[in-house]
T-cell receptor, first 115, second 117 residues
Framework: QKEVEQNSGPLSVPEGAIASLNCTYS??????FFWYRQYSGKSPELIMS????GDKEDGRFTAQLNKASQYVSLLIRDSQPSDSATYLC???????????????FGQGTILTVHP | DTEVTQTPKHLVMGMTNKKSLKCEQH?????MYWYKQKAKKPPELMFV???????INESVPSRFSPECPNSSLLNLHLHALQPEDSALYLC????????????????FGQGTRLTVV
């Protein structure tokens, strides 16, 4: 089992729709969870961080965390063509034999928002 | 300000060359990282510096040599690279290191696109 897994995509949604991106992780002790957006040829940009169970909203973005199910998701409301990018889920996974985790990325989900 | 600056943006080097990648941040962050990203793949961790000391080396070949001269600077020295080392090299920083604090949001620089010929 991969440490961080994302729904494989690619995901295509019409402009104005809700895009739903999902991620599961294997380390039950993980405490920190992040979503990054990466445009083609660019570096990852942090868009959301979440540490507690429940929802966290920032503008059109909502991150959801369920530690019991080891599941984190990102909802993008009113999707725009400019949201078209690869979305990377990142989790602090315990670095074996140490007391701390290392930031580990899922494979990414390519999102396309079409007009 | 969440700026991490990397230079150069692009680098082409031969397999016998020696070059260095540079990374700078002025946010007072105490942890800095090197990641490598191949096309259509996620970033892969290479090194972690925590309070200017190397804390994680992800079994990276010795042809990659990191250096942290001070809390704002991180270098990656390259020597005798192979064509398969061609990739986007990303530097990131976070306020706290993963073993010391909870504020571990990592911010990435724009990357150096390296081509080994």
């Amino acid at each position: 089992q991969k440490e961080v897994e994302q729904n494989s995509g690619p995901l295509s949604v019409p402009e104005g729709a809700i895009a739903s991106l999902n991620c599961t992780y294997s380390d039950r002790g993980s405490q920190s969870f992040f979503w990054y957006r990466q445009y083609s040829g660019k570096s990852p940009e942090l868009i959301m961080s979440i540490y507690s169970n429940g929802d966290k909203e920032d503008g059109r973005f909502t991150a959801q965390l369920n530690k019991a199910s080891q599941y984190v998701s990102l909802l993008i409301r009113d999707s725009q063509p400019s949201d078209s990018a690869t979305y990377l889920c990142a989790v602090h996974v315990n670095a074996g034999g140490t007391s701390y985790g290392k930031l580990t990325f899922g494979q990414g989900t390519i999102l396309t928002v079409h007009p | 300000d969440t700026e991490v600056t990397q230079t150069p943006k692009h680098l082409v080097m031969g397999m016998t060359n020696k070059k260095s990648l540079k990374c700078e941040q002025h946010m007072g962050h105490r942890a800095m990282y090197w990641y490598k990203q191949k096309a259509k793949k996620p970033p892969e961790l290479m090194f972690v510096y925590s309070y200017e000391k190397l804390s994680i080396n992800e079994s990276v070949p010795s042809r990659f040599s990191p250096e942290c001269p001070n809390s704002s600077l991180l270098n990656l020295h390259l020597h005798a690279l192979q064509p398969e080392d061609s990739a986007l090299y990303l530097c990131a920083s976070s306020q706290d290191s993963w073993d010391r604090g909870s504020n571990t949001e990592a911010f990435f620089g724009q990357g150096t696109r390296l081509t080994v010929v």
